[in-house]
């Protein structure tokens, strides 16, 4: 009797080379040997606090109306960490911050991630959760139009926006255009990145957003993560594109051997 | 040692190690073993839901 269940020898082969890629990974990024190449868009985070500091107005940190339980909740937790970065600084340097939320799951994370990005700056007292967070709508125009009008009533100088946005995004950058807020813009869902690119003074492009937590705090490990991420997407193109030249040529190997 | 947090590591690391020796392999004391594991996850939710419906009374009420 086998003792591995028929069809999944390559996905646990896959598993344990996944496995392994991540440890060698995490290893180099302890020891230095791996560096995420320099991304404009998380750099202008500081100048846009530092701006928003010298004017006297507020930032804004948007990170959508994504939730934990759906497809996009990665780019949640991606403006997540963002946000804790951005809260930090805020606390650090002294600018008013406001970060409107949209989902009651996420919340109360966020509201904590503010929270102790202050209180590890011993400065709790200088943030207000309910007024500098507040949940505006969970239904999206609802959401915008209070967020609009929040924008043309603080005149903020600066606007970060990462996470998953829908055609609101468009709303966001072009109001926060209008009172003069710098902005940077980021998402992983396609349609939506050309009205950032309009609008905003910086972009992230799709995965650029995933590697943006690692970035901002230069953890090893979650840069050990990032680099094996990307390695088995190099390995699974490689794959792809192999496997395909094969077929072509009439040769299934790479076909057949992932089946078993 | 961090008790109150190393516990719960160790805990979710053993049923993690079960979860997946239950997907890859076919054997009967691995499955049997995890189809327990299951059945405390059910009842665990059930008490999880009475738990978070008592203190959203208690912090909202």
Same mark, same amino acid.
Request: net charge negative; with cysteine; aromatic share 10%.
């Given at each position: 009797?086998a003792?591995?269940?028929?069809?999944?020898?390559?996905?646990?082969?896959?598993?344990?080379?996944?496995?392994?890629?991540?440890?060698?990974?995490?290893?180099?990024?302890?020891?230095?040997?791996?560096?995420?190449?320099?991304?404009?868009?998380?750099?202008?985070?500081?100048?846009?606090?530092?701006?928003? !500091?010298?004017?006297?107005?507020?930032?804004?940190?948007?990170?959508?109306m994504? !939730?934990?339980?759906?497809? *996009?909740?990665?780019?949640?937790?991606?403006?997540?960490s963002?946000?804790?970065?951005?809260?930090?600084?805020? +606390?650090?340097?002294?600018?008013?911050?406001?970060?409107?939320?949209?989902?009651?799951?996420?919340?109360?994370?966020?509201?904590?991630?503010?929270?102790?990005?202050?209180?590890?700056?011993?400065?709790?007292?200088?943030?207000?959760?309910?007024?500098?967070?507040?949940?505006?709508?969970?239904?999206?125009?609802?959401?915008?139009?209070?967020?609009?009008?929040?924008? +043309?009533?603080?005149?903020?100088?600066?606007?970060?926006?990462?996470g998953?946005?829908?055609?609101?995004?468009?709303?966001?950058?072009?109001?926060?255009?209008?009172? /003069?807020?710098?902005?940077?813009?980021?998402?992983a869902?396609?349609?939506?990145?050309?009205?950032?690119?309009?609008?905003?003074?910086?972009?992230?492009?799709?995965?650029?957003?995933?590697?943006?937590?690692?970035?901002?705090? /230069?953890?090893?490990?979650?840069?050990?993560?990032?680099?094996?991420?990307?390695? *088995?997407?190099?390995?699974?193109?490689a794959?792809?594109?192999?496997?395909?030249?094969?077929?072509?040529?009439?040769?299934?190997?790479?076909?057949d051997?992932?089946?078993? | 040692?961090?008790?109150?947090?190393?516990?719960?590591?160790a805990?979710?690391?053993?049923?993690? =190690?079960?979860? =997946?020796?239950?997907?890859?392999?076919t054997?009967?004391?691995?499955?049997?073993?995890?189809?327990?594991?299951?059945?405390?996850?059910?009842?665990?939710?059930?008490?999880?839901?009475?738990?978070?419906? =008592?203190?959203?009374?208690?912090?909202?009420?």
């Amino acid at each position: 009797m086998a003792i591995l269940t028929p069809n999944r020898l390559v996905p646990l082969a896959a598993f344990i080379l996944a496995w392994v890629a991540t440890y060698m990974a995490i290893q180099m990024g302890k020891q230095g040997k791996i560096k995420i190449r320099r991304i404009p868009g998380l750099d202008a985070i500081e100048e846009i606090v530092g701006r928003s !500091v010298e004017m006297g107005r507020p930032v804004f940190d948007i990170i959508g109306m994504g !939730v934990f339980t759906d497809i *996009y909740a990665t780019q949640t937790i991606a403006g997540l960490s963002i946000l804790s970065y951005v809260s930090t600084l805020c +606390a650090r340097l002294g600018a008013e911050l406001y970060a409107p939320q949209a989902s009651v799951d996420v919340l109360p994370v966020a509201a904590e991630i503010v929270r102790e990005s202050y209180r590890l700056e011993g400065k709790e007292d200088e943030i207000n959760i309910e007024e500098q967070l507040p949940y505006l709508s969970g239904t999206q125009f609802a959401w915008a139009s209070g967020i609009i009008g929040m924008a +043309a009533r603080l005149r903020p100088a600066g606007n970060i926006m990462i996470g998953p946005f829908w055609a609101e995004s468009m709303m966001f950058a072009e109001s926060f255009d209008r009172v /003069g807020a710098m902005q940077i813009g980021g998402t992983a869902r396609l349609y939506q990145i050309p009205f950032f690119a309009a609008l905003c003074d910086y972009v992230l492009i799709g995965e650029e957003m995933f590697a943006a937590g690692a970035y901002v705090s /230069g953890d090893p490990q979650q840069v050990g993560s990032i680099a094996a991420q990307d390695w *088995y997407k190099l390995a699974a193109l490689a794959l792809g594109i192999l496997g395909a030249l094969l077929a072509t040529a009439g040769v299934t190997v790479i076909g057949d051997l992932l089946i078993k | 040692m961090d008790y109150r947090r190393d516990i719960p590591l160790a805990i979710t690391f053993i049923v993690g =190690v079960i979860a =997946v020796l239950d997907y890859y392999t076919t054997l009967e004391s691995v499955t049997a073993t995890f189809t327990v594991i299951k059945n405390w996850g059910v009842v665990l939710q059930a008490f999880a839901l009475g738990l978070g419906a =008592v203190n959203l009374f208690r912090v909202h009420g």
